[in-house]
């Protein structure tokens, strides 16, 4: 009795993840590839050659420099101010029960679903109502706020997973609140911690729409970006957005690597 061929299974799902990274990260290697380009005006659509002449040059513009800085600026705020607010948020969501738990949940929800045009337009009117100057303040105010509920919610589902268990343990070994928060909570929760500040900094960063309604005169690298487009996009700026991928790539490889570092060392 013959046995009947059995076609192997063709893994689509595999296939298809392997289309979406290359789709996604298609931009990203025209980016770093054009970092390279030899040309010779501000129109940098079409390859030229290969130089490093770029590199050498990329803060030939103060204006972009002032851009970039700003950037920076408004990122590593709203990472440290949305972190810390966010990580208590996660915290407290995640491992008390108090009224209003389900309304926070759905603010945060909303926060995270909302267009940004809607969330841009109802946070300059509030500015306005208030008489508060548009500009570096507002900026970080806003990113902030569009920010921390990412952080919250990346928070949160690490702190469901916490076991209470060693808690109670240093509780009755003698730790007090504080003591058990420092030094067994906030260990567990560092890799969330980390990749919710991560995750806010690279939200600050890209985002073009709420910045544009709440900037002022203030430029940042995405607004600069936009503004040149009419006469031309220097190759300093695929520069500069190669050195930003480059950053954010090292801090979420070394994210990931202390992450696996702390597993090691609990046997995990």
């Known amino acids: 009795m013959t046995v009947p061929h ?13 289309a979406v990274l290359a789709w996604l990260f298609t931009p990203i290697v025209a980016m770093v590839a054009f970092s390279f380009n030899d040309i010779t005006g501000r129109h940098n659509v079409r390859w030229e050659g290969v130089t490093l002449k770029w590199y050498g040059q990329a803060f030939a513009y103060p204006d972009l420099n002032a851009a970039l800085l700003n950037t920076a600026l408004v990122g590593g705020l709203t990472m440290l101010i949305a972190g810390t607010v966010g990580s208590l948020l996660g915290l407290a969501l995640g491992r008390h029960r108090f009224h209003g738990q389900r309304a926070t949940t759905l603010v945060m929800v909303a926060a995270v679903c909302a267009p940004e045009v809607v969330v841009g337009a109802a946070l300059l009117s509030l500015f306005l109502t208030v008489n508060v100057a548009t500009g570096l303040v507002t900026t970080v105010l806003a990113h902030v706020m569009f920010t921390v509920s990412f952080v919250a919610i990346t928070v949160r589902a ?21 003591a058990t928060l420092r030094l067994v909570t906030l260990p567990m929760l560092s890799p969330a911690i980390m990749a919710g500040g991560l995750l806010a900094l690279a939200l600050s960063v890209d985002d073009f729409i709420i910045t544009t309604f709440v900037s002022g005169e203030m430029t940042t690298f995405p607004l600069w970006i ?7 996009i220097p190759p300093q700026v695929n520069v500069m957005g190669t050195l930003i991928f480059a950053v954010g790539g090292l801090l979420a490889l070394t994210n990931a690597l202390l992450a696996r570092s702390r597993r090691a060392g609990r046997g995990l």
């Open 158 to 178: 690490r702190a469901l997973t916490l076991d209470p268990r060693l808690e109670e343990a240093a509780r009755d070994l003698g730790a007090g609140p504080w």
């Open 226 to 232: 936009w503004g040149a487009t009419r006469l031309g």
């Open 6 to 18: 059995r076609r192997p299974r063709v893994d689509w799902g595999k296939y298809v993840t392997w």
